[in-house]
C-alpha cells in the first residue's frame, strides 16, 4: 500500500496567480498521476509524470499551463500557473506500482480561484 | 482505450444488496476490471478487481461473464456509510498506464 500526502489541502486564489501543489509518497513509485475533478464531475487526468522524463500531458492539458516536477522517486509538484475561476478544482495526485494491480490516490488539493 | 457506461444514480435501502453494472464492450485482452469508490472531499478509493470469472472479497464481489463485456459490482447488505460514487474502470493495469475514469454511478442509502 501506499500513503500519499498533498499540501496544502486547499486554498484560495487571486486570478492570475499561480499556485504549486506538493505531493509526497511514503514509498519510491515510477509512475505518478495527476488528476483534476472540477465540481460534480469525474477524475480526468492532466499528465503522467514519470521520474527521469518529461511529464506526458493528456490532450487539453499543456506544460506552460500546469508545469510538473518529478525531481525523486517519491515526490512530485504541479503548478497551476496563471489562474482564472475555470481552474477552480481539486486536484489529486496518485500514484501505481509495479507489479501491483492498485492505484492509489492521494487526498486532493481544493483549489478556489476568485 | 475502453469506454465504460454504467448507471449515473442508484438508490437503495440499509441492509439491501446492491447491484451496479458497468458495459465495457470494447475491453481488450489485456485490461482488467477495476472499481473505486469515492466519498466527497475524499480521493477514489480502490474497492476490488478482476479480469474474469468471479472475485469476492471483504467489502464486495465483482462478477464478470466470459465474454467480458460487462461486470457487475456487488454490494451486500449495503448501510448508509456506503453512500459515495461508485466507478467502474478498464485499463491494462500490468503496463501501468493511469486509469481513465467514466462518470460513475452515485449510490444513496437511505434507513
Known amino acids: 500500500s501506499a500513503v500519499i500526502s498533498q499540501k496544502p489541502s486547499r486554498d484560495i486564489c487571486q486570478r492570475g496567480t499561480s499556485l504549486t501543489i506538493q505531493c509526497q509518497v511514503d514509498?519510491?513509485?515510477?509512475?505518478m498521476f495527476w488528476y483534476r475533478q472540477q465540481p460534480g464531475q469525474s477524475l480526468t487526468l492532466i499528465a503522467t509524470?514519470?521520474?527521469?522524463?518529461?511529464?506526458?500531458?493528456e490532450s487539453g492539458f499543456v506544460i506552460d499551463k500546469f508545469p510538473i516536477s518529478r525531481p525523486n522517486l517519491t515526490f512530485s509538484t504541479l503548478t497551476v500557473s496563471n489562474m482564472s475561476p475555470e481552474d477552480s478544482s481539486i486536484y489529486l495526485c496518485?500514484?501505481?506500482?509495479?507489479?501491483?494491480?492498485?492505484?492509489?490516490f492521494g487526498p486532493g488539493t481544493r483549489l478556489t480561484v476568485t | 482505450l475502453a469506454k465504460t457506461t454504467q448507471p449515473i444514480s442508484m438508490d437503495s435501502y440499509e441492509g439491501q444488496e446492491v447491484n451496479i453494472t458497468c458495459s465495457h464492450n470494447?475491453?481488450?485482452?489485456?485490461?482488467?476490471i477495476t472499481w473505486y469508490q469515492q466519498f466527497p472531499s475524499q480521493g477514489p478509493r480502490f474497492i476490488i478487481q478482476g479480469y474474469k470469472t468471479k472475485v469476492t472479497n471483504e467489502v464486495a464481489s465483482l462478477f464478470i461473464p466470459a465474454d467480458r463485456k460487462s461486470s457487475t459490482l456487488s454490494l451486500p447488505r449495503v448501510s448508509l456509510s456506503d453512500t459515495a460514487v461508485y466507478y467502474c474502470?478498464?485499463?491494462?493495469?500490468?503496463?501501468?498506464?493511469?486509469?481513465?475514469f467514466g462518470k460513475g454511478t452515485t449510490l444513496s442509502v437511505s434507513s
Open positions: 514509498s519510491q513509485v515510477t509512475m
Open positions: 474502470l478498464v485499463g491494462d493495469i500490468q503496463a501501468g498506464t493511469a486509469l481513465i
Open positions: 496518485s500514484v501505481f506500482f509495479r507489479g501491483s494491480l492498485e492505484q492509489y
Open positions: 470494447n475491453i481488450a485482452t489485456n485490461d482488467y
Open positions: 509524470a514519470n521520474q527521469g522524463s518529461e511529464a506526458t500531458y
